[in-house]
């Protein structure tokens, strides 16, 4: 993926702001610091997105969130809580397509970030939810 730029950030030929590395995965600050401390982890491979992990490149990467995480999060101590999110695909708001955790600290509520949880339980019958469940469970993987 030589037109990745994770990838060459990933190969230094792009300058970050790099706080963990090691032979799996890089964390750098991301560019827009949404809040202070906003860090992107990615895994060292290329993957688009999570659909493409398996088993072994999910435990390396998502293994070293809490890690990162508590080092950011005692890095200051006016930090009270932290986001962290994975965007798979364009209509999930991702816009570069080498997978990536954004761990997001926050500090207010009034610090320019926020999640919005729409309640739609009221729209589908238990039938419905139940089909849903088959139909999932039917492709889950052993």
Do not use: W
């Not at 990615?42 to 993957?47: G, I, M, R, T, W």
């Not at 990467?61 to 999060?73: D, E, G, L, M, Q």
């Not at 019958?125 to 469940?133: G, P, Q, S």
Request: net charge negative; aromatic share 8%; glycine share 2%.
């Amino acid at each position: 993926m030589s037109e990745c730029i994770f990838c060459k950030i990933i190969k230094n030929e792009i300058p970050s702001r790099k706080i963990y590395e090691d032979e799996y995965i890089v964390a750098f600050l991301d560019l827009t610091q949404v809040t202070l401390g906003h860090t992107l982890v990615l895994p060292k491979k290329h993957v688009a997105d999570i659909f493409e992990y398996d088993e072994e490149l999910a435990s390396i990467v998502f293994s070293r969130i809490p890690k990162i995480a508590r080092a950011i999060k005692q890095a200051d101590s006016t930090i009270e809580g932290m986001n962290i999110v994975n965007n798979n695909g364009a209509i999930a708001y991702q816009s570069v397509f080498h997978s990536h955790i954004h761990l997001i600290p926050r500090y207010t509520k009034q610090d320019d970030f926020s999640i919005t949880f729409g309640d739609h339980s009221n729209k589908h019958t238990a039938k419905e939810l139940d089909h849903i469940v088959t139909l999932i469970k039917e492709k889950m993987e052993v």
